[in-house]
């Protein structure tokens, strides 16, 4: 499974490092799912959904990309690699927070006490990503209701 069909935007991370990390970050994520599976599994289990993760997640990193632009030609200061690879990590956990039962993508039993923003912080932890990174995935949900 080639990461940069699925995520092509991960190309615009000049850092190459980090680029690497992301891969590495999404290849773990994506280990217990199959090539057809992955591309089945809805954005959200809270409403019945034609859209599925990956190109939700495509939609969010396009959108973030083309705002982070438009910010910095406005003059504010911002880190697109960072902001590319937090876009397209930002739900990494729901890999893990979903499972695949018959037909159907359930909550699994690590989601059941592990929500997406969690699980996803830790895994670019393991794959030493920045801060900067960390924080987009750990604070993008209701969970970054306080952070600043």
Known sequence: MKIKELFPYIEKISDKDLEDKVEKAIKYALKEWNEKEIKDIP????????INLIDHT???TELSYNAGKVMKERGF????DYLVAGA???????FLEFEK?????VKSSFGKL??????????AMMFDLPMGVINIIAAH???????K
């Open 88 to 94: 397209i990590l930002h739900d990494i956990g729901k």
């Open 43 to 50: 954005f959200t289990l809270l409403t019945e959904t034609d």
């Open 77 to 80: 200061r911002i880190n697109m």
């Open 101 to 105: 039962r018959g037909d159907k993508t």
């Open 141 to 147: 949900s209701k969970e970054g209701d306080f952070v």
């Open 114 to 123: 592990v929500r997406h923003p969690v699980s996803g912080a830790g895994i």
């Open 58 to 60: 495509n939609t969010v």
